[in-house]
């Protein structure tokens, strides 16, 4: 006897379904802690054979990762573990008429689904590529917080000193950051010589800044624009802004350094790819899994959210913009990583500026090349294969 065994994960229950041959049906649930996985481990017990069974659940969050780990210690097969596409699960049970929604009615859905078998498969990181998997996301979180914090940071600047951009092209340099920390505001600048000003801007750069713009700083904090009222409020925000992107900035590099010694250890030739380095290459790797889950570059591109979202009905045609239904962070590193190998790789290169040229925004031409650049990744990882230049 074959059984079906949907789950509808939660943080405090599990609700479960299980479904033999014959359609007939037991439903229950259990409690997210040791009693609860010792009552469901009697339950598999009466099934008998555990190579009879398929356990299908959905990949939301984070509450399905210890059923899951607690199947494995059963004996259970990874095969046998199907992590549900939360959009597919959501599309088979509005095939319910009735649009009844329950914890028991979910688990039971996803059981039929399973019992249909035209489901598809997330995949789950283990051991390694867990630990790369979440160092690589918590990374992404990161990165994305920091550029909210200076878009703060320049919000503040352009009401009290405006001109600071101006100056500064890089504004988060290590001489534009100490000024602003020390000097906040423009009067607090203006206070010191044009010498003055020199000397502190020569101790802080390694590379130099030419006399003209450390002029123009200084004459810029003498004739600012920059708003007065609400001032010592704004010296405040700043000041916090700009420590707590300094924290973020250190702990982003511990990261990184963590990241690329994991990445070694996969020895992958992914890195062999023009434009991918090893934070983004350790992305890629992480959020893809096994390569062997997917039969074609197609669905790798589908998984990254890179496949077109066709809108049309009879003689209409809409825009088709990427769905964006995949992986986040594997679209992010792959679309990162495009930019840069449309930079390096001459054959990249040439397409972009061609698409350009065909007035194409960036967006889409990055986009394009983000789409290639997932082909050869498939190729390089199916193959286990160095990237070769004729691949581009």
């Not at 079906?4 to 649930?29: P, R, T, Y």
């Not at 600071?164 to 340099?173: E, I, L």
Request: with cysteine.
């Amino acid at each position: 006897m074959f059984y079906c065994l949907g789950i509808d994960v939660g943080k405090f229950f599990h609700s479960l379904c299980l479904i033999n041959e014959e359609g007939k049906k037991s439903i229950w649930q259990i409690k997210n802690n040791r009693e609860g996985f010792e009552e469901l481990k009697k339950k598999l017990e009466k099934i008998g054979d555990k190579d009879k069974i398929l356990i299908g659940m959905e990949a939301t969050g984070h509450y399905f990762l210890n059923l899951y780990e607690f199947f494995l210690g059963q004996g259970i097969k990874s095969e046998q573990l199907a992590l549900l596409n939360p959009l597919q699960v959501k599309a088979f049970r509005n095939t319910n008429l009735r649009g009844a929604k329950s914890d028991n009615v979910d688990a039971e859905q996803i059981a039929i689904l399973l019992r249909f078998g035209n489901f598809q498969r997330c995949n789950v990181a283990v051991d390694k590529l867990m630990n790369l998997r979440e160092l690589t996301r918590l990374r992404y979180d990161l990165v994305a917080g920091s550029s909210d914090l200076k878009r703060k940071i320049i919000a503040v600047l352009d009401r009290i000193f405006p001109e600071f951009s101006v100056v500064f092209a890089n504004k988060f340099g290590k001489t534009a950051m100490s000024l602003i920390s020390d000097y906040p505001t423009p009067e607090e600048l203006s206070v010191l010589s044009l010498d003055e000003l020199t000397q502190i801007i020569k101790g802080l750069s390694k590379r130099g800044i030419s006399e003209k713009k450390i002029k123009q700083l200084h004459d810029s904090a003498r004739n600012s624009i920059g708003i007065t009222f609400g001032r010592e409020a704004f010296k405040i925000e700043l000041e916090i802004l700009i420590k707590r992107l300094e924290v973020f900035q250190e702990q982003i590099n511990f990261l990184e350094n963590k990241i690329n010694n994991l990445a070694e250890e996969f020895q992958s030739p992914i890195f062999t790819i023009p434009g991918i380095g090893k934070t983004t290459g350790a992305a890629i790797l992480a959020e893809i899994g096994n390569i062997q889950q997917f039969s074609g570059a197609i669905k790798l591109i589908a998984f990254a959210g890179l496949d077109p979202k066709l809108k049309e009905s009879g003689t209409y045609q809409g825009r088709t913009p990427i769905s964006k239904r995949g992986s986040k962070y594997l679209r992010g590193a792959i679309w990162y990583s495009a930019m840069v190998t449309c930079r390096v790789n001459s054959k990249f290169k040439e397409a972009y500026k061609k698409r350009r040229e065909k007035g194409k925004s960036h967006r889409y031409a990055v986009t394009a090349a983000a789409n290639k650049l997932t082909k050869i990744i498939y190729h390089v990882l199916k193959n286990n294969c160095p990237f070769q230049e004729n691949l581009a």
